[in-house]
C-alpha cells in the first residue's frame, strides 16, 4: 500500500524525537511580572471607578447608596475575573490595555448613572443598569474571545468571510422589518425589545479583511504605477478595492444617513493601505475621495448641511433654534465652559441640560463635572491605549498581525477623534460612541473585543521566534 | 456631607485619576523614552574602536553620575570603564547576529540578555528550517559577558569556524557559526 508506507516510515522515524525533546524541555514557571503589574494597576482602576460612582451618590444624593455599588463591585470581579483568565492564557499580554479598557468603562457607567439620578430613573430602565449588564456581556464575550483565539492567524484564513461579514452586517439596518431609525439615522436593528448597533461589529470584520487582504497585495499596490510629481501613483486596477470601500462608505453616509460610520469605514482603510504600503499616494486619493464626496453630500443632503452649518455658524440665533441645528452642540459647549478648569465635581453641575449627554455627548458630561483637568486624564487614558496598540503592532512578527494592531487601534483613535473633535467643534459632528464611555451595549461589545483581540496578539508577540530561516 | 469634604474629595479624586496616568506612563518609560540599556554598549563600541581613552574617559564620569542607575547599565558601563585592558573578557558582549549565508543572508536580530535557542522547532527564538537542523539544535547562552554556544546533540552538529563544537564554547566575535546551510556571526 504505497499510501500509509510514507506515513508510518515517518511514525518510526518521528517516535523517538518526542520522547528526547521531552526529557530535555523546561518547564520551570517563571513569576509573571506583566500579570502582577496588570493587577496592581487594575486595582487602582477598580479603585478608580467605585470612587467615582461613590462620588456621584454623595454629589446628587448627599448619602451613600450601598445597592449600586455592590452591583459595581459584582463587575469589578468580573475583570479581576479577566485577570485571572490571563494569567492562564494570555501570561504574556500587555499589561495596560485591561487596566486602562476598565477605568474608562467605569467612569462611562458613573457618568450615566449620575445621569439617571438626575432623571430620576430607576431600575431596568436606567441607563446606567443597562450599561453594567452591556459590560459584562461584553467582558464576557471578550474573554471568550481571548480563550477562542489562541493564535490570531487564524483570522487570516476567514478573510474573505469578514469581509462578507462585515458588509452584511453593515446592511442589515437597511432591511425592512428590522431596521430601526434612531434621531435620523438607521443604525439600528430591532428584535424584539432588543435593539443592536451592527455596523460596531462591522468595524472589527473590516478591520480584518483589510488586513489580510492588503498583507496579499501590498505588492501590486506599492509598486507598480507611474510616478507623477513625486507621487507613485497606482494602475486603475488595483483602485478597484478602494473605489469599492469609497462606494460602500459612501452608501453609508447616503442610505443610512451616517456621516461618522462612514468617515470610520473609510479612515480604516486608509490608513491600513499607508500603513502597509507607505504610499502618500493612497492617503492623498483616499482624502480626496472622501472630502470630494463629503462636500458634495453637504450641498445635496440636508442633514449633512445641517451639520456643517451648526458647526461653522453654531451661536447665530437661527442656527440654534433651527430645528436639528447647534442647540445640543452649543449646551455642549456652556457646560464644558462651566465645569471650567477643575469641573464642578461628579453629581454637582447639570449635564442633564444637553440632549443625548449619556451617549454622544458624554464627554462634555464628564467635561462639566470633571473638568479640563478630568478630560485631559481621560484623553491622556485614551492615547496611552492607542500608543499600546501600535506598539504591539510594532513589535508583531508577522505582517498579518502587524496591520490587524494598528488597524483595530486606529478604529478607537478615529472614534475619539471624531466624537471628541465633533463637540468641540474642532470638526463637523457625526454621531460616533466614545469607544467604552458612551452609553450603548453594540460600542461596548465591539471595543472589548478589540481590546481582547490586542491582548491575544501582544500574548503572541513574545512566544514567537525572533527569526525564521525557511529553505 | 459638608461642601468642604465634597472639594476635597473631588480634587483627590482628579488627583488619583492623574496618579493613575502617570502610574502607566512610569511603567511605560523605556517604552516611551527608548532603552537605555541597549544604546550605551553601541556607543562605546563605536567610540572604543576610534578612540579607546575618549571611550575610557567619557566613560568614568558615567558610570559616577548613574549612582541610581540599573543594574544592566552599571554592568555595560563597569567594563568600558576598563577598556583599556586587553582582556577579551571584559568587552562587552556582543549585541547582534547576523546571518552571513544560507537563505536569510543579510539578515540579523538583536541579543538581549537571554538565551537564543535555535532549531527546527517553532519555539525556538532563531528556528531554521533545512534539511540539516534538528528540533532543538544549539543555543547561545550569555555567561558572565561572554557569549557560549552549546550543542543540543544535534544530529549534523554545530560548526565553530569549521570545528564541530562538542562542549560549551566561547564564540569570539565576526566568527563564523554554521547550523546546516546557514552560517551567522556574533557582532556588536
Do not use: C
Not at chain 1, 14 to 24: D, K, L, Q, V
Not at chain 1, 85 to 106: E, M, S, W
Amino acid at each position: 500500500m504505497p499510501p500509509t508506507s510514507p506515513e508510518g516510515a515517518a511514525a518510526t522515524q518521528a517516535s523517538p524525537e518526542p520522547t528526547f525533546t521531552r526529557s530535555i524541555a523546561i518547564t520551570v514557571r517563571q513569576p509573571s511580572k506583566l500579570r502582577n503589574l496588570e493587577l496592581v494597576l487594575l486595582l487602582v482602576a477598580l479603585g478608580i471607578g467605585g470612587t467615582a460612582l461613590a462620588l456621584v451618590q454623595l454629589g446628587v444624593n448627599g448619602e451613600l447608596d450601598p445597592g449600586v455599588l455592590w452591583q459595581a463591585s459584582a463587575l469589578g470581579m468580573l475583570a479581576l475575573g479577566m485577570h485571572v483568565a490571563l494569567r492562564i492564557v494570555a501570561r504574556d499580554a500587555d499589561p495596560f490595555i485591561l487596566p486602562i479598557a476598565t477605568t474608562l468603562n467605569a467612569l462611562g457607567i458613573a457618568m450615566i448613572y449620575r445621569i439617571d439620578l438626575a432623571r430620576g430613573d430607576s431600575g431596568w430602565e436606567s441607563l446606567g443598569i443597562r450599561q453594567m449588564v452591556w459590560t459584562a456581556i461584553a467582558m464576557v464575550i471578550a474573554l471568550a474571545v481571548i480563550v477562542v483565539i489562541r493564535n490570531h492567524r487564524v483570522l487570516a484564513r476567514y478573510r474573505y468571510i469578514a469581509m462578507l461579514a462585515g458588509i452584511v452586517l453593515l446592511l442589515l439596518p437597511m432591511l425592512p422589518g428590522i431596521g430601526l431609525t434612531l434621531n435620523g439615522a438607521r443604525l439600528w436593528i430591532q428584535l424584539g425589545s432588543f435593539t443592536f448597533q451592527p455596523g460596531e461589529i462591522a468595524k472589527i470584520a473590516l478591520a480584518i479583511f483589510f488586513a489580510g487582504y492588503l498583507v496579499t497585495a501590498r505588492d501590486s499596490l506599492s509598486l507598480v504605477g507611474r510616478r507623477v510629481l513625486g507621487l507613485q501613483l497606482p494602475r486603475a486596477r488595483d483602485l478597484g478595492p478602494i473605489l469599492i470601500i469609497w462606494v460602500a462608505a459612501m452608501a453609508v453616509l447616503i442610505f443610512q444617513r451616517d456621516l461618522g460610520t462612514s468617515l470610520l469605514y473609510f479612515g480604516l482603510f486608509i490608513v491600513m493601505i499607508y500603513v502597509s504600503t507607505g504610499r502618500l499616494s493612497w492617503v492623498l486619493i483616499g482624502l480626496g475621495l472622501f472630502l470630494g464626496g463629503a462636500a458634495v453630500a453637504s450641498r445635496t443632503l440636508t442633514y449633512v448641511e445641517g451639520r456643517f452649518a451648526a458647526w461653522l455658524d453654531s451661536f447665530n440665533p437661527e442656527v440654534y433654534d433651527a430645528q436639528g441645528g447647534s442647540y445640543q452642540l452649543v449646551q455642549g459647549l456652556f457646560g464644558m465652559a462651566q465645569g471650567g478648569l477643575v469641573g464642578t465635581g461628579l453629581g454637582q453641575g447639570r449635564p442633564t441640560i444637553t440632549p443625548l449627554a449619556e451617549s454622544d455627548y458624554i464627554i462634555t458630561a464628564l467635561g462639566e463635572e470633571l473638568g479640563l483637568v478630568g478630560l485631559f486624564a481621560i484623553l491622556g487614558l485614551y492615547l496611552l491605549f492607542v500608543a499600546r496598540g501600535f506598539r504591539i503592532g510594532f513589535n508583531g512578527t508577522d505582517d498579518f498581525g502587524r496591520l490587524l494592531a494598528v488597524g483595530l487601534s486606529f478604529v478607537v483613535v478615529l472614534q475619539v477623534f471624531v466624537v471628541v473633535g465633533g463637540v468641540t467643534r474642532v470638526i463637523p459632528l457625526t454621531g460616533l460612541t466614545t469607544p467604552f464611555l458612551a452609553a450603548g451595549g453594540s460600542a461596548l461589545v465591539a471595543n472589548w473585543i478589540i481590546a481582547a483581540l490586542l491582548l491575544r496578539l501582544s500574548d503572541e508577540v513574545r512566544h514567537q521566534p525572533r527569526l525564521v530561516v525557511d529553505e | 456631607m459638608s461642601e468642604l469634604t465634597l472639594l476635597v474629595l473631588r480634587i483627590g479624586f482628579l488627583i488619583l485619576l492623574w496618579a493613575f496616568v502617570f502610574a502607566i506612563v512610569y511603567a511605560l518609560r523605556s517604552d516611551l523614552f527608548g532603552q537605555k540599556v541597549r544604546r550605551l554598549p553601541a556607543q562605546n563600541g563605536q567610540s572604543a574602536a576610534s578612540a579607546p581613552v575618549v571611550a575610557a574617559s567619557a566613560a568614568a564620569p558615567a558610570a559616577a553620575a548613574s549612582a541610581a542607575a540599573t543594574a544592566p547599565i552599571a554592568r555595560t558601563s563597569a567594563p568600558a570603564a576598563t577598556a583599556d585592558d586587553d582582556e577579551p573578557q571584559a568587552e562587552p558582549p556582543a549585541r547582534r547576529l547576523v546571518i552571513t549565508s544560507g537563505a536569510k543572508e543579510g539578515m540579523e536580530l538583536e541579543l538581549g540578555d537571554d538565551q537564543l535557542t535555535i532549531g527546527r522547532s517553532a519555539d525556538s527564538g532563531l528556528v531554521i528550517r533545512d534539511d540539516y537542523t534538528s528540533t532543538h539544535h544549539a543555543r547561545l547562552m550569555l555567561w558572565s559577558d561572554q557569549w557560549m554556544i552549546q550543542d543540543l546533540d544535534s544530529t549534523n552538529g554545530t560548526f565553530l569556524n569549521g570545528k564541530r563544537v562538542s562542549i560549551p564554547t566561547p564564540v569570539p566575535l565576526n566568527t563564523p557559526v554554521s547550523i546546516g546551510t546557514t552560517t551567522f556571526e556574533l557582532r556588536r
